[in-house]
């Protein structure tokens, strides 16, 4: 609450003891002005709470505005219903005292309200379980079922109570909510048949006709239209802005379910309500003898159904009075207007019991039923909700017995007030002054005495014999009294209980009990049986420790915003705040306890701040002499101070508001220092924490690779002992370790290309595997390598490849043809005669070179062309066509192995006619014979001859070529009749270096 006090200029002070003109009303009511205007409308007298109606919903009901006021010291928060609902609740707690919150004031200043709001607070803040949960729930939804029957709209407030509550809530051992108990007082009854200009009924009848279903409607006998009633239309006020009597009867309905209210029950209490239209609209007619009967038949039908009675013996207890003289009963006649009184008091009897039992009801549903449970020993908080006090220019018999409550409690307030200011000085230790206010037990007197009293003359002028009336009740009191003495009465007639007696209705069978008919004696008045009830209730609440909230309705309009100074001064002076406000300030206007005070300014002196270690009275007192605290200013108690004077308070809250700023300073500084030195603190001891662990994990590992290896080479060295065993523990890891070596240095150190023969040597147990791997390789390569080739390179390899199985190392010049590429002719087309080409016609040429032919006789030489066709080969002499040898009949080749050029085609001679074989010199013997060998698919048939060829002249006669090696290359025909050849011998066969891929793929090249 301090903390509020710097902004006591713009918003008043949150306590109003702290008012430093607290005798002027004046300053009071601007007090009050100031906190309207900012929304603001709780304020303290000390423990009790000033409530103003803001007419508006504030967003300080929330569940965190709960949770802010819970378990939080009185002052330490702002004026809220909350913070006395919770100082209430947690006195009982630890102080096992019973509790009670007294809400009071005029009719629409929030009062039911704040009842709501306590009982939300109980709800969503106490503890709770399963069973709980439930109490929670019926305590809450017991409210719009009370309000619905029990409330009602007046001039003055929307939803005004037209009775008192009383509800007691009983709280287990841990706090929590297991029951309650509602006490009701005094039912405005007579506005079930009665309501001045602009009020209305009770909310049920209105709820009931607008929000229910059109079956039930039609069940009751009722129509949406409350115009169609008499009890409705008397206030001429149906309809109601500010109330949605449609959504209100869900609200009612769910309500009732949640309390535990049957469908029967339900259904019951409903018949009840429509009941009371019905009777509403009963209407009389007048015989010539001035006896009255019922014009409306319709009605009684439905009444009968509805309340379960017999119609005829209704309506006879409608017209007639039973009397009983001497023992024998005799029915007389009523006139229309004692007939339409006896209508209107079944009415208000029916209404009036019937809510009696719904309390009854709603009591049995909050009831705790576990037996374990001891009721006595049960914690109690009591909420008082009672109806408010209001002056009219004509006040009735409710309103007389209303202000009477209210001036019951306002004498309640005063006594309990002085008597906790009383208790507080003397437990203190501080010196009781006397306080000089207006007691009001003169004017509960003037009500209550006996005697002489209000009720009591009333009383009397109701049990005198004759005619008594309201006028001789007001030849006694000087006042206007209209229907005291009737209301007072409250009496029904015999015959009308005998016919509710009778009813079937369960419901009426309990309010009207069979043994009212036999009881002879008279009841107590309206007034009496209030008054005795108004004094149990104060002696229900002197047991208790009373928490008090103080409602003020701020205009009549019903406005937010608006501050009505007039209204509001009339409220504060019969209310009893000022008196309650010089109590409080009679000594002095503020007090807390040493510790709270002590906690709060102690920064004010050197010697208390930071911290003070002697004793509490010591360190206060220390703190007010530097303040310069005047002895007249305070007085120390036993566990508080006592301030006198609010400027002695509001200049010590101007201090520390001073002294804040260089706090804030010196706390922002000293913060920063430690803040900077904790990070530091925790980053250093952080680094050393991850160093060691570094440490570790690195001399962890160190020790392990140490392990490890020592094993390796432990185990290394036993493998190489064990090297030529069996493979064996002993061995397996070095022979597996020499095994990968060979691998990974073979995998360093692949051939590159296939003429790279280079392969590592393989250890003893990997011979034949190093074998294997260096023929795949091998062939991995070449496979490569061929893939890569284009088709062109690909013919001239094969070309290559036949040329090497037919002559590699058996023809001296094979090696020199080696690096020259074969052609696909040696003769250009130039060099063709065009009459040949014409004679070939379409068939394709497959390969032509020049040659030497020598003859058969004489070995002439001559110079051909060799002709390569599909099928033959055909020796050409210019444009001549000289031979043509088809490849079927050529038996065979013969070449010498000397590095000449020539060559013997060996054909097939059947007869004289047929030409011998042809021999032939070319520069390019082996490409040549390689092409016809190709062609003539005849590679296995090239014969490589030493020394001598034989072959056929003709038919019959063979020639014989003789070679041998020289200088030079000499062809002629020796003395012996031989061809003979000298060739020149060949001078080194390194040429194979050109052309290196093709030695290889000599031998792999047919392979993939």
């Known amino acids: ?43 303290y007298i000390g423990s009790v709470l000033v409530s103003m109606n803001p007419y508006k919903d504030l967003e300080i009901y929330t569940k965190q505005h709960m949770e802010r006021y819970r378990g939080v010291n009185f002052y330490e928060v702002s004026p809220h219903i909350y913070a006395v609902a919770d100082n209430a609740y947690r006195s009982m707690r630890t102080e096992r005292r019973d509790q009670c919150i007294l809400i009071s004031g005029e009719s629409g200043a929030g009062k039911t309200e704040a009842s709501k709001k306590v009982l939300q607070y109980y709800a969503i803040t106490c503890p709770a379980s399963e069973h709980v949960q439930t109490v929670k729930d019926r305590l809450l939804q017991s409210n719009p079922v009370l309000e619905a029957f029990g409330n009602a709209k007046t001039l003055r407030n929307d939803n005004s109570s037209r009775f008192g509550k009383y509800m007691d809530i009983q709280f287990d051992f841990k706090g929590a909510p297991v029951g309650g108990h509602i006490i009701n007082y005094l039912l405005e009854k007579s506005r079930v048949v009665h ?62 379910s949640i309390i535990g209210f049957t469908d029967d029950e339900v259904e019951e209490l409903l018949n009840i309500i429509a009941s009371v239209l019905h009777l509403g609209n009963v209407q009389y007619g007048g015989e010539d003898s001035g006896s009255a009967y019922i014009t409306t038949e319709t009605q009684i039908k439905y009444l009968a159904r509805l309340l379960g009675v017999d119609g005829t013996v209704l309506k006879e207890a409608l017209t007639h009075k039973k009397i009983i003289a001497k023992g024998e009963e005799l029915m007389s006649p009523l006139n229309q207007e004692q007939a339409a009184s006896a209508r209107d008091a079944l009415s208000k009897a029916i209404y009036g019991r019937t809510f009696t039992w719904l309390v009854n009801k709603i009591n049995d549903s909050l009831a705790f039923k576990d037996d374990s449970f001891n009721s006595k020993n049960a914690s109690v ?16 018999f409710e309103q007389f017995c209303i202000n009477y409550c209210n001036e019951k409690l306002q004498q309640l307030f005063i006594e309990l007030t002085l008597k906790s200011e009383q208790e507080e000085y003397e437990a203190e230790g501080i010196t009781w002054e006397p306080v000089q206010y207006f007691n009001n037990k003169i004017i509960c007197d003037l009500v209550e005495e006996k005697f002489k009293g209000i009720i009591s003359i009333l009383d009397e002028e109701c049990l005198r014999p004759g005619d008594a009336s309201d ?75 009373p928490s008090y909230v103080r409602c003020i309705k701020p205009n009549d309009a019903k406005q937010a915003g608006r501050f009505d100074e007039v209204l509001i001064r009339h409220q504060v002076k ?69 301030i ?61 690779r140490r392990r490890e290896a020592a094993n390796t080479i432990r185990r290394f060295i036993k493998g190489f ?73 690909k013919h001239q390899l094969e070309q290559k490849m036949v040329a090497s199985e037919i002559f590699k190392d058996k023809k001296d010049n094979y090696p020199q043809s080696v690096p020259k590429l074969f052609v696909d002719t040696r003769l250009n087309g130039e060099d063709i005669n065009p009459k040949l080409q014409q004679a070939l016609g379409n068939e394709k040429m497959k390969y032509a070179v020049p040659v030497t032919k020598y003859d058969r006789n004489g070995y002439k030489a001559r110079n051909r062309q060799l002709l390569l066709m599909a099928n033959s080969a055909i020796i050409v002499e210019e444009g001549k066509l000289k ?10 080749i013969s070449v010498s192995s000397l590095s000449d050029g020539m060559f013997v085609l060996h054909v097939t001679c059947e007869d004289n006619k047929q030409k011998g074989d042809v021999v032939l010199q070319c520069e390019h013997v082996i490409e040549t014979l390689t092409k016809v060998a190709i062609c003539a698919d005849k590679m296995n048939s090239i014969n490589i001859n030493q020394g001598s060829i034989k072959f056929n002249v003709a038919q019959g006669k063979e020639g014989i070529i003789d070679f041998t090696s020289g200088s030079e290359l000499l062809i002629a025909k020796a003395k012996n009749g031989h061809l003979s050849v000298v060739s020149i011998a060949p001078r080194n066969n390194n040429l194979y270096v050109h052309f290196p891929a093709l030695l290889s793929l000599s031998s792999l090249f047919g392979k993939c």
């Open 1 to 43: 609450m301090e903390s509020a006090l710097t902004a006591r200029d713009r918003v008043g002070v949150q306590d109003f003891v702290l008012l430093e003109n607290y005798t002027s009303e004046v300053a009071f009511i601007e007090n009050l002005r100031k906190r309207f205007k900012e929304n603001l409308i709780y304020t």
């Open 195 to 256: 309501q001045s200009h602009g009020e209305r009924n009770f909310h049920i009848f209105y709820q009931l006709i607008e929000g229910g279903e059109e079956d039930l409607l039609r069940r009751l006998g009722l129509e949406k239209n409350p115009q169609q009633y008499q009890y409705l239309v008397k206030g001429n006020c149906p309809k109601v802005s500010s109330i949605n009597d449609r959504n209100d009867w869900k609200i009612v309905r769910k309500a009732l």
């Open 381 to 396: 908080i009591g909420l008082l909700d009672i109806y408010g006090f209001e002056v009219f220019q004509n006040n009735s």
């Open 471 to 545: 006028i001789t009740f007001l030849e006694k009191l000087e006042d206007t009294v209209g229907g005291f003495l009737d209301k007072n009465n409250d009496l029904l007639f015999r015959n009308l209980k005998e016919a509710m007696c009778m009813s079937e209705n369960k419901i009426l069978t309990q309010c009207f009990d069979r043994e009212e008919l036999t009881d002879k004696k008279r009841p107590e008045t309206a007034a009496t049986q209030f008054k005795n009830s108004l004094a149990k209730l104060m002696e229900i609440l002197m047991s208790k420790e």
């Open 574 to 642: 019969y209310l009893g705040l000022m008196e309650n406000l010089r109590v409080r300030r009679a000594g002095f206007a503020y007090r807390r306890r040493y510790e709270t005070f002590l906690q709060r300014y102690k920064s004010l002196c050197p010697d208390t701040w930071p911290n003070w270690d002697g004793r509490l009275v010591d360190g206060v007192s220390t703190l007010v002499k530097h303040l310069g605290y005047k002895p007249e200013e305070y007085k120390l108690g036993r566990t508080k101070i006592f």
């Open 644 to 704: 006198r004077f609010p400027k002695t308070l509001f200049a010590t809250e101007d201090a520390l508001e001073v002294r804040k700023h260089s706090l804030a300073t010196q706390l922002q500084s000293s913060w920063k220092g430690y803040s900077q030195k904790t990070k530091y603190r925790k980053m250093r001891q952080s680094a050393i924490k991850i160093q060691a662990w570094w440490r570790g994990i690195l001399a962890c590992r160190k020790a392990k």
């Open 721 to 793: 002992i064990y090297r030529h065993q069996p493979r064996c523990p002993e061995n397996e890891y070095f022979l597996d370790y020499v095994r990968y070596s060979f691998l990974m240095k073979l995998h360093r150190s692949l051939p590159k290309t296939v003429l790279d023969k280079s392969w590592p040597t393989p250890p003893p147990a990997l011979v034949e595997a190093s074998e294997q791997l260096r023929k795949l390789c091998m062939q991995n390569m070449v496979w490569k390598y061929c893939k890569n080739i284009n088709p062109e390179w």
């Open 883 to 892: 031979q043509c040898i088809d490849y079927s009949s050529l038996k065979g």
